[in-house]
């Protein structure tokens, strides 16, 4: 079965300082991933996927991910948190047709 | 203007009424999809259809049916609202090529008491 693991439900991080945010997964066959991010009141906006070729995929804000085949993980970072990052974000695995398995969100609160 | 746009934004209500939330889009997307969205939880996937003819259950659709009334339009129904179906919805979109994203309405909070 299909499944995402966001581990932490909660990171804090100081500004300027580098975040990751956590994401595992299992699928069989090949991986389709995605991130996105939930500011309140706002629908999730999509921030990178990733679907073939170089591990370390670039997306919007300054966002980027890598994935890891042997760790099945792809790990969302920025090498300098805003405090305007605070949010919910959401790793998702595409699989089906291209139905989204979620999942559990990760708070990311980053103080001045 | 938004490209998918859900109304309401915000409804309340008692057990026991009906319900129907609406989504539309300006995408031209053959895909549309509902999910409820729960502090913990992630996102599940309620109901989706790949085209105005197809419309397929998701994870957790007891409680809830759909229609497809044209290309642009998808409404969730809760037939009779019951306390635990408060959540905050949303509706997304996305075209045929499961590498593209999809793209997601604001979300309806739903509070039913």
């Known amino acids: 079965a299909q499944s995402v693991a966001q581990p932490e439900d909660q990171v804090n991080v100081a500004e300027g300082n580098p975040l990751t945010v956590k994401c595992t997964y299992s699928?069989?066959?090949?991986?389709?991933l995605f991130w996105y991010v939930q500011y309140p009141n706002r629908g999730l906006q999509f921030l990178l996927k990733?679907?073939?070729?170089?591990?370390l995929v670039k997306g919007s804000y300054g966002f980027e991910a890598e994935f890891n085949k042997s760790q099945t993980s792809f790990h969302l970072k920025k090498p300098s948190a805003l405090v305007s990052d605070s949010a919910l974000y959401f790793c998702?695995?595409?699989?089906?047709?291209?139905?989204?398995?979620f999942g559990q969100g990760t708070e990311l609160s980053v103080k001045p | 203007d938004a490209d998918v746009t859900q109304t309401p934004r915000n409804r309340i209500t008692k057990t026991g009424k009906r319900i129907m939330l609406e989504c539309s889009q300006t995408?031209?997307?053959?895909?549309m999809y509902w999910y409820r969205q729960d502090p913990g939880l992630g996102l599940r996937l309620i109901y989706y259809?790949?085209?105005?003819?197809?419309?397929n259950k998701g994870e957790i659709s007891d409680g809830y049916s759909v229609s497809r009334q044209a290309q642009a339009k998808f409404s969730l129904s809760l037939e009779s609202a019951i306390p635990n179906q408060t959540a905050l919805y949303f509706c997304?979109?996305?075209?045929?090529?499961?590498?593209?994203?999809?793209?997601f309405g604001d979300g309806t909070r739903l509070s039913i008491l």
């Open positions: 997304a979109t996305s075209d045929e090529d499961r590498t593209q994203p999809q793209h």
């Open positions: 699928v069989s066959g090949n991986p389709y």
């Open positions: 990733y679907i073939t070729g170089d591990n």
């Open positions: 998702a695995v595409s699989f089906q047709g291209g139905k989204l398995i």
């Open positions: 995408k031209g997307h053959d895909r």
């Open positions: 259809s790949f085209d105005v003819k197809d419309i």
